[in-house]
């Protein structure tokens, strides 16, 4: 594995720094990326994708409708920090006064998850009705 790909990780899962930094020193043992031995980088590599695995049914569904939507949004609303955003906006602010990263999206209410699903799906239907416009 390399920085990059670590990076590339941490983007789509919309991590903070400090959680970020805890990932780093509790599965790499390292304070920064740069310092992370080959042992230490593949640990975090696949820590992080491990996150970024759902273990419920409506969050690989999330995940699914998020990676469809991305075809429509300009690359910097690509990252993670885009979905948090867009699911706090969808859902009441006491359904997620824990979702801090896309970490937790599995353990998000199945309620929750459910306005997040129908919310991606009445957007991409926008999108498609948008791109469906341009007469090209």
Same mark, same amino acid.
């Given at each position: ?16 720094? *400090? ?5 780093? !020193?509790?599965?790499?043992? +390292?304070?920064?990326?740069? #310092? $992370?031995?080959?042992?230490? /980088? ?38 993670? *920090? ?5 699911? !706090?906006?969808?859902?009441? +602010?006491?359904?997620?006064? #824990? $979702?801090?990263?896309?970490? /937790? ?32």
């Amino acid at each position: 594995m390399s920085v990059a790909a670590i990076q590339i990780q941490r983007r789509k899962l919309g991590l903070s720094e *400090a959680r970020y930094r805890a990932i780093l !020193r509790e599965t790499g043992h +390292a304070a920064s990326s740069r #310092d $992370l031995t080959p042992e230490g /980088d593949r640990a975090v590599y696949k820590a992080l994708c491990r996150m970024a695995r759902a273990t419920t049914p409506q969050a690989r569904y999330v995940w699914v409708l998020w990676e469809e939507l991305q075809a429509f949004l300009p690359a910097r609303d690509r990252g993670g *920090a885009y979905l948090v955003g867009f699911i !706090r906006r969808c859902c009441e +602010a006491s359904d997620l006064s #824990d $979702l801090s990263d896309l970490s /937790d999206l599995s353990d998000l209410p199945p309620g929750v998850l459910h306005k997040v699903i129908e919310s991606l799906k009445c957007r991409i239907a926008r999108e498609e009705e948008k791109s469906a416009d341009v007469p090209f």
